[in-house]
């Protein structure tokens, strides 16, 4: 699994430049095969299931040489691999930019992330729903993972580890990054 860290502004002048904010700082793409492999790096809506990771990119991308920029883009950390879940959720925060639409009595298992009046642009978990929301409370995924474990636990008498609750939640970052219902960023030191 690969993942983008930044949020997308928009395009701006001269012609041809994208940005990414990460942090408090900005990238701006001057060559457009780095902004296209960053860009495919948000799973496209579809088969959950099915892995997205370098190959599926780079044939996402359409560019030359795509492995190479991956591997740049790995390197700025305008890409993640998120091969250790704890070491990755210490270093990076799930920032929610659609809007928490709940659930219906039609699937109370399955809570809508959308934009308000229109059918959930993607629907998860009571869990995934939770931290999803909780995205800004703490500094980092992991924190919110062991928030989310403490306050499940005292409520409900069972106990849930953090790094169960993150399995889950890392499980579902490709569907959310990707629907636009979250964006990753850098912890801020």
């Known amino acids: 699994m690969i993942l983008p860290v930044g949020h997308y502004t928009g395009s701006e002048h001269p012609p041809g430049y994208r940005t990414v ?5 900005r990238v701006s793409f001057t060559d457009p095969e780095p902004f296209l492999v960053w860009a495919a790096a948000h799973r496209r809506p579809g088969n959950l299931g099915a892995p997205w990771g370098r190959a599926e990119i780079a044939a996402a991308a359409k560019v030359d040489d795509a492995d190479a920029v991956i591997d740049q883009l790995l390197d700025d950390g305008l890409l993640v691999e998120p091969s250790d879940p704890e070491a990755f959720a210490k270093k990076h925060k799930a920032v929610p930019i659609l809007i928490a639409l709940g659930n219906t009595p039609e699937a109370p298992d399955r809570y809508g992330i959308g934009l308000y009046g229109f059918e959930p642009v993607i629907t998860v978990s009571p869990l995934v729903y939770e931290l999803w929301q909780w995205g800004t409370i703490s500094v980092s995924i992991w924190a919110v993972c062991e928030a989310f474990a403490t306050a499940n636990s005292r409520a409900t008498g069972v106990p849930i580890a953090a790094d169960a609750v993150l399995a889950e939640f ?19 030191s």
């Open 170 to 188: 890392v499980a579902a970052l490709p569907a959310l990054v990707g629907s636009n219902a979250v964006y990753l960023d850098e912890v801020q």
């Open 21 to 25: 904010r990460i942090g408090r700082s």
